[in-house]
């Protein structure tokens, strides 16, 4: 238990040493840091956009319709006589 308090004791004593950065430099990375995110984020949008339209006018349309991707008639399963097995030997 003693070592923990001091551990403790030796933490408060390294958080006095840190110069920690003025408020006024925090607010101006912040916002430089959300201004280069909406800009990244607008880029790729506009990006995707673009090749979205691209792609349409190339004549590859998406499927919507959930009847276009799923069958419309269940698989031919083999079935299975469980009141009489067979046991080969």
């Known amino acids: 238990m003693k ?8 933490v408060r004593a390294e958080f006095k040493h840190i110069s920690w950065p003025k408020r006024e430099s925090i ?8 201004s280069i995110s909406i800009i990244v984020s607008l ?3 506009g990006f995707d956009f673009i090749f979205t339209q691209a792609i349409g006018l190339i004549g590859s349309k998406p499927v919507t319709k ?6 419309t008639t269940a ?3 083999p079935t299975i006589n469980l009141a009489q097995p067979t046991i080969k030997k």
């Open 75 to 77: 698989p031919n399963l």
């Open 3 to 10: 070592k923990i308090i001091n551990f403790f004791k030796e």
């Open 66 to 71: 959930v009847e276009n991707i799923l069958p």
């Open 43 to 45: 880029i790729l949008g």
């Open 27 to 34: 607010i101006q990375s912040t916002i430089v840091v959300i």
